[in-house]
Structures are given as structure tokens and as C-alpha cells.
Antibody, heavy 131, light 110 residues
Framework: EVQLVESGGGSVKTGGSLRLSCVAS????????MTWVRQVPGKGLEWVGH??????????VYAAAVKGRFTISRDDSENTLYLRMNRLKVEDTAVYYC??????????????????????WGRGTTVTVSS | QSVLSQPPSASGTPGQTVSISCSGD????????VYWYQHLAGTAPKLLIY???QRPSGVPDRFSGSKSDTSASLAISGLRSEDAAYYYC???????????FGGGTKLTVL
């Protein structure tokens, strides 16, 4: 069974930094794209960004709201995903979830592409930013 | 404000069928597959539907998804008390190069 456990949340002042961790088990972590999603209190879900597996380049993509302030990284030897958050704002207050990404192939004649989607989620870790 | 539009609430009695809609436009739902997630407060969100109408293993066939043009729908038949939760639709928006979610629908089982 795939399990994801987030940690590292807490309270911080605006402009501060925090690093979240997500430890994965029950899967081949190095072969898995991973995602961070957050939920602002009383609001819906918001995609933060995702990171590809190293064989696909290991690059990360970010939502506009966090680009330039947040950094997603991974340590495949530790089965751990990270979210480094700098220059935090009050509006970054949220529960942060990590998710795995699964994929399926979509064929276009003889060519195909992989479609990735958020699959298994953790229970989240809470970040509170105050002024 | 969410890119995808969902009704804020829905309700039904045990055994009934409830549908939750998700509306977008040609750049999101109209261009890609839709995914549905169930979320109970304090727990990990759970994938219910992928590729617009496919159920992961372990998801009961009471849950079904459909998509037409720029809208999608999640139907829950044989409603049960444990189905009371928030439901979110999501789609990859190539124009934004990111995932977008609906605002969520709170399902109440009366």
C-alpha cells in the first residue's frame, strides 16, 4: 500500500521560510512524479507544483502564485519529496498535501504521450503564516 | 475564484442517485481528461475517477464519471452515509501549464 506522510508544517511570520517533507513508502519513489497541492482554510484545492522523476529530467513546474518563492526537490535515496517555501505570505496559509502521480498512455495513431494525474495523497501538514 | 465551476452543495437520501457537475471551457475540460477526488476533513483526499470515466481499483462502481464538451459530471448511485464528503473535479490546463480544480461540492446525505 502506498503511503505518504507530510511533515514540517508550523507557524511562521511573513517573509519567513519553511521546508516541508513528504516521506513515501510502498512504491518505487524514484520512478514516480510527485506533486504538492494546498488547501487554504475554508477554500478549495490549489495545485502548487510537481516534479518529474530524474529519468524524465527531474524538473519542477510551479503555479504562478508560488513561482520564484517555492522550490520542489526530491531525494530518491530517502524516498522523500521536499517543498522549500521562502518569502512566505499570509495567503500561503494552508494545509499542504503531497501526492503521487500515476500515468496512462494516450495514442495518436502510431505515436503516444503519457498523461499524468494525481493519484495517492497524504494527510497533509498545516502551515500558518502570520503578519 | 476557481477556474472550474462546481455547485457548492448537493444532497440526497440513502439509496438515491446524486450528480455533481463541473463546468469549464475549451482550454481545460474541453481539451483534456477530468479527474474527481473525494475529501473528508482531516483525511487524505482520494482519487475516485481518472481519465474522465475510469475508476481506480477499489473504488465502488456506484461512482461514475462522464464528460461532454466543456463540462463533466460525477454520479453517485445507491447513496450511503459514508459518501458525505467534499468532491472536487480537476483537469490539466495546458494554457496555464498547471492543474486547476473546481471549488468543491459538499455532499450531504440526509
Amino acid at each position: 500500500e502506498v503511503q505518504l506522510v507530510e511533515s514540517g508544517g508550523g507557524s511562521v511570520k511573513t517573509g519567513g521560510s519553511l521546508r516541508l517533507s513528504c516521506v513515501a513508502s510502498g512504491l518505487s519513489f524514484s520512478n514516480t512524479w510527485m506533486t504538492w497541492v494546498r488547501q487554504v482554510p475554508g477554500k478549495g484545492l490549489e495545485w502548487v507544483g510537481h516534479i518529474k522523476r530524474k529519468v524524465d529530467g527531474g524538473t519542477a513546474v510551479y503555479a504562478a502564485a508560488v513561482k520564484g518563492r517555492f522550490t520542489i526537490s526530491r531525494d530518491d535515496s530517502e524516498n522523500t519529496l521536499y517543498l522549500r517555501m521562502n518569502r512566505l505570505k499570509v495567503e500561503d496559509t494552508a494545509v499542504y498535501y503531497c501526492t503521487t502521480q500515476d500515468r496512462f498512455a494516450q495514442w495518436f495513431g502510431e505515436l503516444f504521450q503519457y498523461n499524468y494525474y494525481m493519484d495517492v495523497w497524504g494527510r497533509g501538514t498545516t502551515v500558518t503564516v502570520s503578519s | 475564484q476557481s477556474v472550474l465551476s462546481q455547485p457548492p452543495s448537493a444532497s440526497g437520501t440513502p439509496g438515491q442517485t446524486v450528480s455533481i457537475s463541473c463546468s469549464g471551457d475549451f482550454s481545460d475540460i474541453g481539451a483534456d481528461y477530468v479527474y474527481w477526488y473525494q475529501h473528508l476533513a482531516g483525511t487524505a483526499p482520494k482519487l475516485l475517477i481518472y481519465k474522465s470515466d475510469q475508476r481506480p481499483s477499489g473504488v465502488p462502481d456506484r461512482f461514475s464519471g462522464s464528460k461532454s464538451d466543456t463540462s463533466a459530471s460525477l454520479a453517485i448511485s445507491g447513496l450511503r452515509s459514508e459518501d458525505a464528503a467534499y468532491y472536487y473535479c480537476a483537469v490539466w490546463d495546458a494554457r496555464l501549464s498547471g492543474w486547476v480544480f473546481g471549488g468543491g461540492t459538499k455532499l450531504t446525505v440526509l
